[in-house]
């Protein structure tokens, strides 16, 4: 893996940087990856700007972002020929050189988001999330890997999972390749870890349960196709009065953000 090179400010929260607007709604994203041997967090967070009644400049600025760094012009014009339906644009760049940076943009009105992810100039790929919010869990477990569906069906059908609003479906190339449960009162994590446990080995276990204060949003299962075979789980915060500088800084902030709201009882996005 070829790490960006911090001292010539090329994170990617320093890129973000630019783009803080204390006066709109702006959300950082970013994930933990779990096998059965470890967890890594993926280092590749998601900023995520919102228009302001008819001030779209937050888009523009994303454009202007997406500009500096390697993408195949397609996708700028993309992004800028949407900028008047948008209800929000993703940008996420990887602290990896070799991974896919990835472009989000969900329409107003609209129950998918359009996915445009590349890791050169040359070339990209065009994935959708489909939002569905009327399936059984068994008109929808046949998508999930044989050695996930257990899991998956447990944590939806348990008691406290009527909080869950239902089912991202991430399509590539016609196929489905992950399934995300969509948690929008953000449940905290332990009592998913819990239901999780047998997946894990208990290096792995006890590595998770430093997160399982946290508030999770997403919860992502591999789908029958995957090769590599991994439960994500995502966190995200909206951008308060200061950006966090690098990725210790955000899992910092999302950890103070979760202490913040379980003392003022405040709701979130």
């Known amino acids: ?14 890129l973000f940087k630019p783009l803080f607007d204390r006066d709109s709604l702006q959300i950082l994203e970013w994930s933990i990856k779990i096998t059965r041997d470890r967890i890594e967090p993926s280092c590749k967070p998601t900023f995520y700007v919102y228009h302001k009644d008819e001030d779209f400049s937050n888009y523009y600025k994303l454009n202007a972002l997406l500009a500096k760094v390697a993408y195949p012009k397609d996708i700028l014009d993309i992004q800028e020929k949407g900028i008047p339906t948008s209800m ?9 050189f070799d991974d896919h940076k990835c472009l989000y943009i969900n329409e107003e009105g609209e129950h998918t988001i359009r996915s ?11 994935l959708r999330y489909i939002f569905k ?16 569906k257990d899991y998956y069906t447990s944590i939806s059908q348990k008691d406290r999972s009527n909080i869950c609003s239902g089912i991202w479906f991430q399509e590539m190339n016609d196929r489905i390749s992950e399934l995300y449960l969509a948690f929008p009162e953000r449940p905290k994590l332990k009592w998913i870890i819990k239901e999780l446990k047998s997946y894990m080995s208990n290096k792995t276990y006890k590595n998770v349960w430093a997160y399982s204060d946290l508030r999770c949003k997403n919860i992502g299962f ?4 995957a090769a590599n075979l991994a439960i994500t789980i995502y966190f995200s ?21 979760f202490c913040y709201i379980k003392k003022a009882k405040t709701s979130f996005i």
């Open 116 to 126: 445009l992810r590349w890791k050169n100039k040359e070339s990209y790929d065009e």
């Open 1 to 14: 893996m070829i790490l960006r090179n911090d001292k010539k400010n090329t994170t990617p929260l320093k």
């Open 222 to 225: 591999d789908s029958h196709i």
């Open 88 to 96: 929000y644009n993703g940008l996420r760049i990887p602290l990896m």
């Open 237 to 257: 915060i909206p951008v308060g009065d200061m950006f966090p500088d690098n990725y210790i800084e955000l899992m910092d902030t999302t950890h103070d953000f």
């Open 133 to 148: 919010n009327d399936l059984e869990i068994n008109d929808s477990n046949g998508y999930v890997h044989q050695e996930l």
